[in-house]
Nanobody, 116 residues
């Protein structure tokens, strides 16, 4: 059974940093694409960043100078490093993993709140 467990969310002041983690079990991260979506209150869930199984990275323009996506296949874990956080980054952040066959699994979400 595939399971994704996210951690690292919380309350941070504007300009602060957080690192989200997504620990996977039941699936190999080295053979899958991983990424992050976010959903702000009253808005649709949208993509933030993706790292493919061969290491290609895509990050949305609004955060690409502040967020970094990475993975540690030895730990079967993906990460989203978020720096210079802004109030508009406030959202529930969801990690996902997608197999080469196109099956997608989601984590439960972790709340990130940027506020003074």
């Amino acid at each position: 059974q595939v399971q994704l467990v996210e951690s690292g969310g919380g309350l941070v002041q504007p300009g602060g940093s957080l690192r989200l983690s997504c620990a996977a079990s039941g699936i190999s991260t080295s053979e899958s694409d991983m990424g992050w979506y976010r959903q702000a209150s009253g808005q649709q869930r949208g993509p933030v960043a993706t790292i493919t199984h061969y290491g290609s990275i895509r990050i949305i323009d609004s955060v690409k100078d502040r967020f970094t996506i990475s993975r540690d296949n030895a730990k079967n874990t993906g990460y989203l490093q978020m720096d210079s956080l802004k109030p508009e980054d406030t959202a529930v952040y969801y990690c996902y993993i997608q197999t080469t066959r196109g099956t997608t699994y989601w984590g439960q979400g972790t709340q990130v709140t940027v506020s003074s």
